[in-house]
């Protein structure tokens, strides 16, 4: 089921990949400065217990992309996500094998130290879930507890946050108001904002706008265009319209399995294994 | 079910679950209307020119020259019936010693209730307790010690099947023909002339000490008692008490240990009151020995071991219905664990941590049992911040009890327990009602 593609960057996977299948997209979107493994998965699985839900999987994921994960619901895209900021840690019975790095660190290392971990990879989730404080205190919690309180300084990230996440003009007014007060579009593009607030590289976006309107959905696609190129971006969908409109890249799991990983354009108008060609042309779900 | 059974049942239903809450409703009407009613009497009352002087003396409080006027005016009423008493005395002289002796003893008790009325009665030497130099403060006892006066109390035995039964006859037959005859229509007649009845706002009763064993005077000493001891409880058992829950909620592994503390701490909540008293007698004083016997220290120390559970369980519910999403946001943006806790979780939970709190300051304030062998003297005075390490303290809870059951003159000091409990209630509604405002304002502060 498996299958190899060409790999340019064998570098970062070192030579003990000789041995694996790692998926990697055949070919290359242009985006400057982007492109090398931000994220390497090696027979990485992920375990409830005894349930593997997430198995063995094997690619690496490029940085400053976007990456879409698409499946049907229960196949493991949230359990994979979650597993590169180690989000799954609040999960007594979860567990992983195998190998997933992140800029050549092993994730699940010994030493790893989750927190530094999550600054550098930040989330959003399906639920828009800001803090119940100001639209400014939202923002400035993170830059604030990695120790920064220099208020012109906070001013300044939470101006430019705002901006990057496209809500600066509608909230600039109202900064100190409670951010709870905010519409469920603008409540998600604050909690973008807010991961943007700790300048990670990596940003996870898990459904973000499966709560959301279809206006509401566009203004989010729109910033996850905006903000290509400077972050690598994955994004959990279930939407295949709305992957193939954003991303460059597309996983698509089955039962926990990566199945197919390829160029976006590729996987939707060309895709090389009949379970992605049936389940995205709707023939199961 | 049809649907006219099912209409049947649910009308019943209304109706038996309407009536349970209007019964309750009359009970609480019934239980506070006497209270509230008695206990205001305590500050708001019709005062004699004895309260007033007692006042002046006692608490420097008043006004030197309408106070010696009204005492003048009452003296000069007072001065009749005086030389009404002391022309019987004469006059007894010369009786023959068999009359002498009958009239003596039934004289004696009209002369004592003049001077329980009217204060000590020319002659007398100077009486060493204060409760006798001064005579009725308030008109309605007055207005009793009247009655003593005029009429002498017997029991009828003539009925040997029932209990004996009181009657009333008056003294003035008695003495008839004597001197001392005009007296009880004369006192009948002039007993507000000698007592200057007058509404009396005696706010004082909150905040001046007792004297002489709450006969006069006010109930600072219990109510600033009653504040050390349930605030003292919550200096420990409130941090000790969110700490726990934040273990329980955050930190415990599910497992055997874990659940062993928290059916202690059930059981603890369940516990009666007056074994934590024993408890702490047992284990902070005479173990620990953090003081030398019963201490504002040690009494707090006590309640802060029974308000503890109730202050765990209500963080416990209120740290576990701060949604996950919020912890879960703060971690993806790198926070650690304790950070999200004391920046995220706790002020989200702070609406609910606080409302158990300040009900368990109420009950710190208003429990009993647990203070009786380790903080509570019935009579003393207000003391220092200082002294809250060794002294021990009047309180609200236990002087209820102490006046009403214990105290030699508790029958002529209704008033006082009345306001004390008054108080009390007062005190502990106030604390559940902040509770209520505190918990709306910070929730509506959190919803934005
Ligand atoms: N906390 C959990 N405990 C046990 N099983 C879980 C848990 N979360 C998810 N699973 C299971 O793991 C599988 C993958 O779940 P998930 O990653 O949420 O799927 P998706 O996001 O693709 O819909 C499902 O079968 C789900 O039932
Ligand atoms: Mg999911």
Redesign the pocket.
Known sequence: MQMTAEHKESKATGPATATRDIYIPSERVAVSGGGTPHVVAKDFSIY??D?E??KKVNAEILSKYVTA?I????????????AINRM?DL?P??HTSGILQFDGEDIYGKLTDEVLLRKKIGMVFQKPNPFPKSIFDNIAYGPRLHGMTDKKQLEEIVERSLRKAALWDEVSDRLERNALGLSGGQQQRLCVARTLAVEPEILLL??PTSALDPKATAKIEDLIQELRGSYTIMI?T?NMQQASRVSDYTMF?YE?VLVEYAQTAQLFTNPKDRMTEDYITGRFS | MNLGTRKILDNSFTAVGMGSIVVMALALLVVLTPIVYNGVGAVFFTGTIEHRTMLYKEYGRGDSKTIEAQSATADRYRGEAYRMLSGFEAEMEGMTPEASREYRSKYAPVRAAMSSLLGPLPGDPQPMLTRFQYGQTRWEKAEEKLHDILYEKKWDYSDPTVMAKEFYVPRAEAFAGTKLAPLFGYVDKHLADMMQPQFTFYWGFFTDRSLDAHIFGGIWPEIQGTFFLAIGAMLFAFPLGVIAAVYFTEYAKEGFFTSILRSANSTLAGVPSIVFGLFGLAFFINTMKVSESKSVLAGSLTLAIMILPTIIRAAEEAILSVPKTYKEASLGLGSTKWNTIATVILPAALPGIITGGIISLGRAAGETAPIIFTAAVSVGSAIGIADVFSSPTPALSWNIYNLASEHEMASEIRHVQYGMVLSLVSIVLLLNLSAILLRAKISQKLKG
């Open positions: 409830y217990g349930f839900a997430v994960i499946g049907p619901s229960g196949c493991g895209k949230s359990t994979f996500l979650r799954n999960i019975s979860c898990d459904e959990v279930h799991f926990g």
